[in-house]
């Protein structure tokens, strides 16, 4: 089994919350503080393990769930203004993310963003930290507001219908369980970002599957894989 990418690449999509912005530990553990507060126990510890990658109608559930009753109508509505009001304030780039979206440009090679945020969350976060001005508005998919959530791969398949590409064609950047599985699905190359010791989901090794550590790792795997069209 090869984990190697599929040579033949002409775009690139990136998740959002733990690949470009650092925002994936505040808003879990704000999560898990809102489960907390509903009876559900989930520890800040526990936070990402339990949250990463959810969208909030999939938290809602989950909580639904362990309760065994119905929440208020407006409970979704309420867990997204509670994160969205932490974004605007604790939302940062991951390592490397800015340089990487510069390097693209500079390279000519288009990009994406396909995310279980809402547009209005990854509006706040690409704001808040600058990086509304890398990233086009029209290249911002949310599989939440898709109504597709991950690990759907709706989202990803979308953008890449949108810019004319097939998914092998595509590479995304993904950091969670929840995430790698919609680009499984999705039939594309994944780059999965996670530290060393944060173990691999359980499908894994996976073709066309390559984990990284660091955001740095990306463009010397990308390059050699370039469609020669794109190739500088």
Known sequence: MTNELR?????????????????????????????????????????IETFAGMTQSQVVKFLEDKIG????????????QNIIRLMQSNAEPIEGAMKLLEDLRKHNIPFAVGSNSSIREMDVKFGHTGMDK?????????????????????????????HG???????????????AESVRRAGM??????????????FWPTPHFVHITNLSEMMPLLLPKLATSLRT
């Open 7 to 47: 040579n033949g690449l002409k775009f690139v999509i990136f998740d959002c919350d733990g690949v470009l912005i650092d925002s994936e530990r505040p808003s879990c553990r704000a999560t898990a503080e809102f489960a907390r507060s509903k009876g559900v126990h989930v520890s800040d510890e526990d936070a």
């Open 69 to 80: 009753s119905s929440l208020p109508e407006d409970t979704e509505t309420k867990l997204r």
């Open 134 to 162: 890398l990233i086009p508005k029209d290249r911002i998919y949310s599989a939440n507001d898709m109504g597709c959530p991950k690990p759907a791969p709706d989202v990803y398949l979308y953008a890449a219908k949108q």
């Open 165 to 179: 590409v097939s998914p092998e064609e595509t590479l995304v950047v993904e950091d969670s369980d929840v995430g």
């Open 189 to 202: 190359s994944c780059l999965l970002l996670r530290d060393k010791d944060h173990k691999l989901p359980s």
